[in-house]
């Protein structure tokens, strides 16, 4: 039986949806020499090594490193450089035999045929959709590099951030999490001449930037704290915060920005791969766990993730029911998914939940709706509000007091 053609960034996806820890296992086994929650750290096949653990495969983003050779990627190039000692990235022409071998290898693990065969078209356009997708995650990346190092830089912004939601130091350097922030040298200029050597073709292509009418770029996120979403140990996607530095402008209003995909009228530039369908710290799921939370926000999604919860977050109310198809089979193994929304005067919160419960029991998943139990703050507020006549001045900062979301649960020390 011959399987119906797909688009190709479906293939590669299906291809590398496999936990690399699994793979890390099965290929590299006894060169694992050491493992913590996070990190397997492994003995390179591919370069001589006194401390016998300079590979890490990285569970939580799901992509590996070996500083020993400088190279590195996702579960597909950690196949093509265990079997064949090159890790193909996003460089042009035909794709060599050795990714070739390793995307064949992967597919024979999925159930499913070799590129050659399944894809619509011909495979060497299908290749060239790939290395796109490629280059522009590996700009992306890059530019997540740029804008950590800025909010390093900036203790004001720094202060403001750990103040405001108590993320702690190590969990901003391995999130990457930063500040979009122009300084001297503007973050474009550093992508285009740094090692990378992006085009500002594919430095649209991320979203990351807008063209301009006078064939320049601008920067999307202006002032706002970026947060990368990973998977397969690279950044795919990102979403903006507003902060008291981003410009008092109309279109700066909403407190959090994702960026923009492409569609059928606009944004052209942006590339395929581009897609907002993906949920923070989505990449867990594919380490099976148990359970998984599922919460609203993505600064409530790292603070759950820093306590050692397996977490992901539409970083929504509700999950677009578009989505489901996609998460459906991936929570299938999960025993219990537990929904944790914010606590807020309006049950918004609470609504999405309670929807989103309903959706995941008609499929047969146990779910569990946690109500987050309120602080001295939030119940003050309560009664204040309570005893105010509506539309009063001062209604608007009580609601936002009488809200609890996990990221302040934990914050509150709790
Ligand atoms: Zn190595």
Known sequence: MTEPPIDVHTYYRQVTDIDIGEIAHELLGGRITQQSRQILFCDCPNHRSQSHRSLHVWLDKQGWFCHGCGTGGDVLQLVEFVRHGVATRGHSGRMPDSHRDARDFLAARAGLSPLSKAASGNMEESEENYRMAVRVREALTALADVYHERLLGNAEVLGWL???????????????????????????????????????????????????????????????????????????????????????????????????????????????????DVLYNEDVLLTRPERVIITEGVTDCISLMEHGFPVVSPVTVQIREADWERLLPKLAGVKTVYICQDNEVSEAGMHGALKTARILAGHGIATRVAFLPLGDKQKAARQKLAVLASGAAEADELMADAKIDVNEFFASGK
């Open 162 to 276: 750990r103040a405001k939601y108590r993320i702690g130091d190590e969990t901003l350097e391995r999130l990457k999490i930063g500040f979009a922030e122009d300084g001297e040298a503007s973050a474009a200029r550093i992508l285009m001449e740094g090692p990378g050597g992006f085009t500002l073709r594919e430095l649209t292509a991320t979203s990351a930037f807008r063209p301009t009418p006078q064939d320049g770029i601008v920067p999307f996120f202006d002032r706002r704290i970026v947060f990368p979403y990973w998977s397969r140990g690279r950044v795919v996607f990102m979403i903006g915060r507003r902060t008291p530095w981003t410009p008092d402008q109309e279109w700066e209003r909403s407190k959090y920005k994702k960026l923009a995909v492409r569609n059928e009228r606009n944004h052209e530039h942006v590339a395929g791969c581009i897609r907002n």
